[in-house]
């Protein structure tokens, strides 16, 4: 674990040995995998001497050393250098200076212990995350073929005859000031490659590789626009960030403002005020919110912005890294993972859409953007701004209790009203007449919608054709053997998929148990949904998104922007349609299932419906024409479902709160999750049982509720037990889990995490 000294005694050769009073310059190395720990190594004079930069050993640089027994050369990070008596320790010599240059400045590997000590990761692990894999690899430059239109050929080109695209890709490409690549010009030409090659073959075109380090598409021009005038609510807010800016101390502000209200032009005057300080702002959204649309908001009012995603090449995520530690970037715009931005000024943090659950890491280090921003932000002594029309019910008891300061947009606007929300009971008959998914309230409303020429989102949050395969006749339902859950079937690819660890199956004609061939498939997905759509509005352009159409690279933001450009009528999907899209001509979204999530064995059930309704809800009544919302539910009485349907945060946080409090789960507490997996069933939960009464016997502060299967009880063929530890605060916490990582041995196969502050529950 971070912070516990290890020494190597046993494995050094005699040579190495040194006289105790001898002061020696000793580097402290972490490994980036394998043993966890801090190690410390001599530092030959070769690598003591700063006239030689490239390989000075030095805090931040990832460096070789000999490891174990055999000396096997691994790699780590160096996190501290001094000239200290050796106190008769014998220590092998450091092997090699990876870096020619520190990767991590001292504030940051402060914050990589940080989350290391929270998150219970070894430092090792966390610096390898924090890094991106591009910045440790130094992925260079790339090979890029550039066209540009031959002289000759510009003088003649109004007397060729062209097919339309080719024409149109050959007049761009002859009008542009500088050579094209191949991505650009398919860009504005709005065309495929193909005709591109066609008039490279009849050698209209010619082209030239070059090495260039950059994306060109990220390039693009973009117009300048001038900052909007603020409306009242706008400027109060924008005032309370900047009073924050002036302090020399952090402060977290909550901007709770509706769908519309215009947070991020309250964002960006602020972004305004402090790249005028000549610091640099980090502004975080959900990854998929990270569109070109979102980025253009900002590139449009500053001169250097960076962005850094996940579906970036190395490459790019490289130059983008350079750019920011060279102070070259006024904001930088990213998902989670670019709350490692290495700005050399920070001056504030804003995390937009706030609740969202993607600003949590799955795998180790499990970190929080929220909360790594707030040490960060702390340790820099700068504002940190969190935006929601749904705050997470941390934020928002955080904000009730005056740790952060409470910000509110609770108009949209230009005062355009919120849409008027209609509950159908699906529990009415008349309502399921026609057996699809649609009851007759929302097919009419479509009808309506598409006859006034409005465009129309329907929200499923489940994919595939159906969400369960059963025989009528023994009640045999198909799971995946893996995995215990019930298997999808997918129609498109006329295949039944697993879900959790995507097995594909043909599927079956006749059941498996009593052989009757009249096995169904039953339930709702997107593929379903999808057919009965296009059956019943023939005339109607229908697109459907969710994770299976939407696997291409860049298919996300074409598909909007088709639905953006008015070529699709209905746009149908999964909770990928729910988030952060601003189309003025949708007139109607129609929630197909609003109880998909909402019985999910999960304390944040209430609240992830509440969100997803919630937000579905504000896709609409965004331009004049006004819009509304029809909500399909068998729990129309929910608390979370009602609240939604009237767009009120405030009384769903009143009615959900006292329930999190009667059981001191957050925000009341704070929470770990430990998760056991194993081959062996009766194992593993030896192994839970086990871990559940040391954590009792480390603390009587902390509550532990289990070991039980987990939801997802068998994945993999592995299976899957789980127990929460609960306590006041985090330190508490920490001592309870504490034992847990002395642990020396767990039978084959057995492995365990921790999760701190858990989101995922299955
Ligand atoms: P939010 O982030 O709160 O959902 P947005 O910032 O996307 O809201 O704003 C919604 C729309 O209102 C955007 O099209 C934006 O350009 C516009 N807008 C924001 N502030 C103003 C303003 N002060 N005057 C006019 N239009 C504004
Ligand atoms: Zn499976």
């Known amino acids: 674990m971070p912070g516990q000294q290890q020494n190597l005694f046993d494995t ?7 006289d105790d009073a001898e002061m020696k310059r000793v580097a402290r190395v972490v490994l980036s995998a394998g043993p966890h720990g801090e190690f410390d190594y001599l530092v030959a004079d070769q690598f003591a001497d700063r006239q030689k930069p490239e390989i000075f050993a030095e805090a931040g640089r990832r460096v070789q050393v000999p490891l174990g027994r055999g000396n096997r050369p691994v790699f780590g990070y160096c996190v501290a250098v001094a000239v200290q008596p050796t106190g008769g320790r014998k220590l092998k010599p450091l092997g090699k200076v990876i870096d020619p240059a520190p990767l991590l400045s001292s504030r940051m590997l402060e914050l990589g212990q940080w989350i290391a000590d929270y998150y219970l990761t070894p430092l090792g692990q966390v ?39 080719q024409a149109r890709a050959l007049t761009l490409l002859a009008a542009s000031s500088k050579p094209l690549a191949m991505k650009q010009l398919m860009a504005r030409a709005e065309c495929t490659a193909a005709p591109i090659n066609a008039l490279r073959k009849k050698q209209l075109i010619e082209s030239r590789v070059e090495r260039i380090d950059t994306d060109p598409l990220l390039e693009e021009e973009v117009t300048r626009k001038p900052p909007l005038e603020l409306n009242a609510q706008q400027a109060a807010a924008l005032a309370s960030i900047t009073a924050a800016l002036d302090k020399s101390k952090q402060t977290t502000l909550l901007l709770h403002g509706v769908t519309g209200s215009g947070k991020t032009e309250v964002y960006i005057q602020a972004i305004e005020k402090v790249v005028s300080f000549g610091r640099q702002a980090v502004v975080l959204v959900p990854e998929i919110s990270l569109t070109p649309q979102t980025v253009g908001r900002f590139r449009e009012r500053f001169d250097r912005v960076a962005v850094l995603h996940s579906h970036q090449s190395d490459v790019e995520r490289h130059r983008q890294w350079k750019r920011i530690a060279s102070g070259d970037v006024q904001v930088v715009v990213g998902a989670r993972s670019a709350i490692f931005a290495p700005t050399p000024h920070l001056g504030l943090v804003v ?60 108009d949209r606007v230009s005062n355009l009203p919120l849409p008027v929300v209609r509950v159908i009971d699906l529990r009415n008959h008349e309502h399921r007449k026609f057996g699809g998914a649609l009851s007759r309230p ?25 969400t369960h395969v ?19 079937f997918h129609r498109q690819a006329n295949q ?110 209430a609240e ?14 965004r331009g004049e024409r006004g819009g509304r919302v029809l909500v399909q539910t068998l729990s129309p009485d929910h608390p979370a479902i009602v609240a939604a349907t009237r767009h009120d945060y405030e009384s769903f946080a009143a009615s959900e709160l006292p329930e ?60 899957r037990f789980h127990l929460l530890a609960m306590g006041s605060d985090v330190d508490t916490l920490h001592v309870g889990l504490a034992p847990l990582s002395k642990k020396a041995s767990l039978p084959d196969n057995v492995q365990w995490i921790a999760d701190i502050d858990p989101l995922d529950m299955m």
């Open 12 to 18: 050094q050769p005699p040579e190495w040995e040194l």
């Open 127 to 165: 610096l390898e995350g924090i890094l991106p894999a591009g910045v440790r690899s130094k992925a260079g430059t790339r090979e890029t073929t550039l066209f540009s239109v031959p002289t000759k050929v510009a003088a003649r080109m109004t007397r060729l005859d062209l097919p339309e695209k």
């Open 351 to 410: 995390i937009d859409e706030e609740h969202e659950t993607s600003f949590k890491q799955d795998t180790a280090p499990r970190y929080h953007a929220r909360e790594v921003a707030l040490k960060r932000t702390t340790m820099d002594r700068v504002p940190l701004v969190l935006g929601s029309a749904t705050p997470s019910l941390e934020a928002w008891h955080a904000a009730s209790t005056g740790d952060y300061q409470l910000v509110s947009l609770p």
């Open 442 to 466: 929302l097919q009419q409303a479509i009808h309506a919608a598409l006859a006034d020429g409005g465009q129309v989102i329907l929200l499923l949050n489940r994919r595939g054709f159906s």
């Open 470 to 488: 059963q025989c009528p006749a023994c009640g045999f339902a198909l799971t995946c053997p893996a995995c215990d859950v019930s298997m999808v």
């Open 496 to 605: 039944v998929v697993c879900h959790w660890c995507d097995r594909v199956e043909p599927p079956p004609t006749y059941c498996p148990e009593c052989k009757d061939a009249n096995i169904r498939y039953g339930g709702f997905g997107t593929q379903k949904l999808e057919a009965e759509v296009r059956a019943r509005f023939p005339k109607a352009n229908v697109l459907r998104m969710d994770t299976d159409s939407m696997r291409r690279p860049g298919s996300h933001e074409e598909a909007l922007d088709s639905f953006r450009r008015g070529e699709i009528d209905v746009l149908l999907g999964t909770q990928m349609i729910a988030k952060g899209l601003d189309f003025p001509n949708v007139t109607l979204v129609g929630v197909v299932n609003a109880d998909t999530a909402l019985h999910w064995p999960d304390f944040r059930a």
């Open 608 to 621: 992830r419906t509440f969100h997803l309704v919630t937000q579905v809800a504000g896709r609409t009544g």
């Open 660 to 719: 999190r409090e009667a059981l001191a789960y957050p925000p009341f507490g704070r929470m770990a999750r430990v998760v056991v997996r194993g081959p062996i069933e009766a194992v593993t939960l030896a192994v839970a049982e086990e871990f559940a009464g040391k954590i009792r016997e480390a603390s009587d502060a902390v509550r532990v509720v289990g070991p039980a299967p987990c939801p997802l009880a068998k994945l993999r063929d592995n299976y």
